[in-house]
């Protein structure tokens, strides 16, 4: 039976010889409780994913937890586990891969690295991992369902110490480039290595979909991914009828846009021949540096991903022109930009990048009448508004607000990108800021009097506060425009945060994932100028130097000539 197959009844035969990693460290802020005891067809998403772990009789279970982890401990069975808290797991996944692969006994077995929030992974698709990695050399093992890859994934003990060098919410993915010839993809029958739950409407959607399937099997679970394995697909080609060979990029710009991801679309518009890629052609860049679609060869490919990161720092699109007749130095008018090119086919290729960032996020404390104008207004800017109002019902505020009535939660909602404004007319400015600030967002404003203002900051002082996070209140909040009603003072408030939005650079980590951080740093390559990873094979020396090029044309061209191209 396959890996998508009915569970089995009982364990395995003998215990697995690897280490299981279990992060569950997440936020509770979109389900409204922790995450791991959100109910998934009767049972904690936890202990779902645990049943399945335990099944497998693993040598060692350590279990990372974040977000009110004693409210965990007493919710779910956490016995013959060892559990870890990671204090820092708003920081990303990358943190709990650390704490968790440093809390695990030392030895020599593979680690077999499981999502939280995956609650439909097959047992028989970690004892496939497990045998494969058994009968090979590979070091990196990935699952894959009709050739797209999922989770979770079989780490070899020798790879372990590179989980140190990630950063920000990446998972095992930011080692992958190292490691291509290491890495191993391992087909399963089992739509459950694709399936991961982050919000309520994906948990109801979850339960409609499997009414009726208390255990469900892999038929029952493949309309849940057909959207997703058709945007990716990887499979090989059986027939030249009827197939796409390029993704359905637009379909997954729709999926990201939905799931609040920060990505660029970039759209070859015009070209010069000769050149691989023609007017119309599209790709994706993700934050991660990730692209799906195509609009060009390796050195194009290069400069897109550089210019889509750029996008997506300053929020700003751009049409790149790349050509081999771009002077150096040349300037170009405001919106676009020139990269001079060296490959080999000599062609011109302009292409329009576009930032696509999810909204930006109003927090707004107090049920004040400044705080429900604020909501108001912030709705109608297309922000994403939640409410910290204690005591206060939904109804007194505009519809489609986020609403989390505990003051408590506050630390769950904040982020680095989170623009805050306290207005609970002295009820609990303290204790908001006390929990807010500490989370460095990227605005934060108390509506009171200077006098009002001067006395909480000093209080805050008191309390141990450092001047740095003190100097984020904005007080009084706004701008002065003479405003005196509560509608003109949200007004005055919103002229602030929109000049603080489009004046000041968003900061990464509320965009999503961080890109990866390499063990080692990139090369130039001094044909063109490109980055180039350093474990490129395309590499010579000259002078006792390394160099390493972007394609095999630029090192062809450097070899008939490398003093040219090295005279300082």
């Not at 797991?89 to 939280?116: C, K, Y």
């Not at 990695?133 to 110490?161: Q, Y």
Request: with cysteine; net charge positive; glycine share 8%.
């Amino acid at each position: 039976m396959g890996a998508g197959g009915k569970r089995r009844a009982r364990a395995s035969s003998s215990p697995a010889k690897v280490t299981a990693l279990v992060l569950a460290a997440g936020s509770s802020s979109r389900m409204g409780r922790p995450k791991a005891l959100v109910p998934v067809l009767g049972q904690p998403l936890l202990a779902r994913v645990l049943d399945t772990v335990r099944r497998l009789r693993p040598a060692e279970t350590v279990v990372v937890l974040g977000s009110e982890s004693d409210r965990i401990r007493k919710g779910i069975d956490l016995r013959d586990t060892t559990v870890v808290v990671n204090p820092d797991f708003e920081e990303g996944m990358s943190s709990s891969l650390r704490i968790g692969a440093a809390a695990a006994a030392p030895s020599s077995r593979p680690m077999l690295i499981v999502l939280g929030d995956q609650p439909f992974v097959a047992p028989a698709t970690l004892e496939a991992l497990i045998e494969r990695h058994a009968s090979g050399s590979a070091k990196i093992l990935i699952p894959t369902f009709e050739g797209v890859r999922g989770n979770p994934i079989l780490l070899d003990r020798v790879i372990l110490p590179e989980l140190d060098s990630l950063r920000g919410d990446i998972g095992c993915r930011g080692i992958f480039p190292g490691h291509t010839s290491d890495l191993v993809e391992v087909p399963v029958r089992d739509p459950g290595i694709l399936i991961d739950v982050d919000t309520p409407a994906e948990v109801a959607q979850l339960e409609r979909a499997l009414e009726g399937h208390p255990e469900p099997t892999a038929g029952a679970l493949r309309p849940l991914v057909a959207e997703r394995v058709a945007v990716h697909r990887k499979g090989p080609v059986r027939s030249l009828s009827h197939v796409r060979i390029l993704p359905n990029v637009l379909a997954l710009a729709i999926q990201l846009e939905n799931a609040r991801e920060p990505f660029a679309l970039a759209t070859v518009v015009s070209v010069r021949p000769p050149t691989s890629g023609k007017p119309g052609f599209k790709a994706i860049v993700r934050p991660t540096g990730e692209v799906t679609g195509w609009v060009g060869g390796s050195c194009t490919g290069r400069v897109l991903v550089a210019e889509a990161l750029q996008s997506m720092e300053d929020g700003l699109p751009r049409l790149v022109r790349l050509s081999p007749d771009v002077e150096d130095g040349a300037t170009a008018p405001a919106g676009i930009v020139t990269r001079r090119l060296e490959c080999e086919s000599g062609g011109t290729m302009e292409i329009y990048v576009e930032p696509h960032l999810p909204e930006p996020e109003l927090l707004v404390v107090g049920e004040a009448p400044v705080a429900k104008a604020l909501a108001a207004l912030g709705g109608f800017l297309g922000y994403r508004v939640t409410i910290v109002a204690p005591g206060a019902r939904p109804s007194d505020f505009p519809d489609g607000v986020r609403w989390a009535p505990e003051l408590e939660r506050l630390p769950e909602v904040v982020t680095p990108g989170t623009f805050a404004v306290i207005a609970s007319t002295g009820m609990y400015d303290e204790s908001a800021l006390k929990m807010i600030l500490p989370k460095m967002p990227r605005y934060v404003a108390l509506v009171s009097s200077r006098r009002r203002g001067k006395a909480v900051v000093d209080s805050l002082r008191s309390e141990g506060l450092a001047d740095a996070w003190l100097k984020q209140i904005r007080n009084p909040a706004g701008l002065d425009i003479a405003a005196r009603d509560p509608e003109e003072i949200a007004l005055s408030i919103f002229s602030e945060i929109t000049k603080v939005r489009r004046s000041e650079p968003t900061p990464l980590a509320s965009k999503g994932p961080a890109r990866p951080v390499s063990t080692a740093p990139p090369s130039i390559d001094p044909i063109c100028g490109m980055e180039v990873e350093a474990a490129s094979p395309l590499r010579t020396t000259y002078k006792g130097v390394v160099y390493r090029f972007c394609s095999d044309g630029c090192l062809a061209k450097f070899r008939r000539s490398p003093a040219k191209f090295t005279a300082a």
